[in-house]
């Protein structure tokens, strides 16, 4: 599971103190929701250490993926993967939840049948690409070859 730990600090990055995140949710840690949408970051006065940050994203980890494995579609496409890409569907669904991944059927589709020229198109054209470019540009492509990402 290290690597993808990397893949997430990478992507989420760190923060020790409460922020909004660009959805408008509190948030803490490595992209770690703790309140509703909207509620004031002045409410979250407090801060965790980086050490803390990792336990919790790795029982985070843990627990996303039992939950998505348990969805046909998702642990079908994910028996396709190497770890490469299997990481890269967890963090699509660490970002999005398990629910935004699930709407990715036609990806999904390919991946289970490792098309992966097809996967990389159907995850491009997404409102999660549109949204996030860049990460869904490098997840794409790290889907496409099989290979890890150089940055993580």
């Known amino acids: 599971m290290s690597s993808i730990i990397a893949l997430i600090e990478y992507e989420e990055g760190w923060r020790e103190k409460p922020y909004l995140c660009s959805e408008g949710y509190p948030t803490i840690g490595y992209g770690f929701k703790i309140g509703p949408k909207g509620a004031p ?4 006065q407090f801060e965790i250490s980086q050490s803390v940050g990792r336990l919790w994203l790795n029982e985070i980890l843990a627990d996303l993926q039992e939950k ?5 579609e998702i642990r079908t496409a994910v028996a396709a993967c190497n770890d490469a ?6 963090s699509m669904a660490y970002q999005m939840g398990i629910s935004g991944l699930l709407k990715f059927r036609k990806a999904l589709k390919a991946i289970a049948d490792q098309r992966w020229s ?10 999660w690409a549109r949204q996030t470019k860049k990460r869904a540009l490098r997840h794409a492509n790290q889907m496409l070859s099989g290979v890890w990402f150089d940055g993580y």
């Open 41 to 44: 970051i002045n409410l979250y």
């Open 68 to 72: 998505a494995f348990a969805h046909t």
């Open 85 to 90: 890409r299997k990481a890269v569907l967890i």
């Open 118 to 127: 097809d996967g990389k198109t159907e995850m491009l054209d997404s409102r």
